[in-house]
């Protein structure tokens, strides 16, 4: 059974500082990893994507990945009260997405 | 506008009442999932199917049914819903599983 894990949170942060989510994944074999942004009660949004070693930069998002260390993170820079979601991380295997618990970002003004 | 529907959005039944949640996306979309979401266990696969015809189990199939019979729609079947599935549904189109992007509203089902 394929493993993504995350800590649940809630990570808080006040406004314009930067939040660093965090994801672990059991699948060495991986190549392809996803973050999703979920509003309470609303379906997930794809962020970003990543699929190489290193750091994808969009806008104020992060990606960063370490596939050595089966880790992989999202910074979210300037945060706002409006990033205040859920981050669910995601690993794609051959024909499945399996998605970590998710973790909580709560950006107080 | 692209997009994916599910019906109903939200729905309370009994044990046992057979009921089907649609799904139905106009992108053209090879891949389709049903996924459920729980408190504390996150985003779970039920079932896929990669094209017409071809359908798969997730990692959580038991008590569900799927079908996939025309490339638009990919409906869920409850044949005998039980408590333990109420749970919060939602259906996924994409082109490739590497673009999991298109998810519908979500259907919030209870199951008494």
């Known amino acids: 059974q394929k493993e993504v894990e995350q800590n649940s949170g809630p990570l808080s942060v006040p406004e314009g500082a930067i939040a660093s989510l965090n994801c672990t994944y059991s699948?060495?074999?991986?190549?392809?990893f996803f973050w999703y942004r979920q509003y309470s009660g609303k379906s997930p949004e794809l962020i970003m994507s990543?699929?190489?070693?290193g750091d994808k930069e969009d806008g104020r998002f992060t990606a960063q990945l370490n596939k050595a260390s089966q880790y992989v993170s999202l910074l979210i820079r300037d945060s706002q009260p409006s990033d205040s979601a859920t981050y669910l991380c995601?690993?794609?295997?051959?024909?499945?997405?399996?998605f970590g618990k998710g973790t909580m970002l709560l950006v107080s003004p | 506008e692209a997009q994916v529907t599910q019906n109903p959005r939200y729905l309370i039944t009994v044990t046992g009442k057979k009921l089907t949640v649609t799904c139905s996306q106009n992108?053209?979309?090879?891949?389709m999932s049903w996924y459920r979401q729980d408190p504390g266990l996150g985003l779970r696969q039920i079932y896929y199917?990669?094209?017409?015809?071809?359908?798969d189990k997730g990692d959580v199939p038991e008590g569900y049914k799927v079908s996939r019979k025309e490339k638009r729609n990919f409906p869920l079947i409850l044949e005998s819903p039980s408590p333990n599935q109420t749970s919060l549904y939602f259906c996924?189109?994409?082109?490739?599983?590497?673009?999991?992007?298109?998810f519908g509203p979500g259907t919030r089902l209870t199951v008494l």
């Open positions: 996924a189109s994409s082109l490739s599983l590497a673009d999991l992007r298109f």
């Open positions: 699948d060495r074999g991986s190549q392809s």
């Open positions: 990543i699929y190489s070693n």
């Open positions: 995601a690993v794609k295997g051959y024909s499945t997405l399996t």
């Open positions: 992108m053209n979309h090879e891949y």
């Open positions: 199917s990669m094209n017409v015809e071809v359908t």
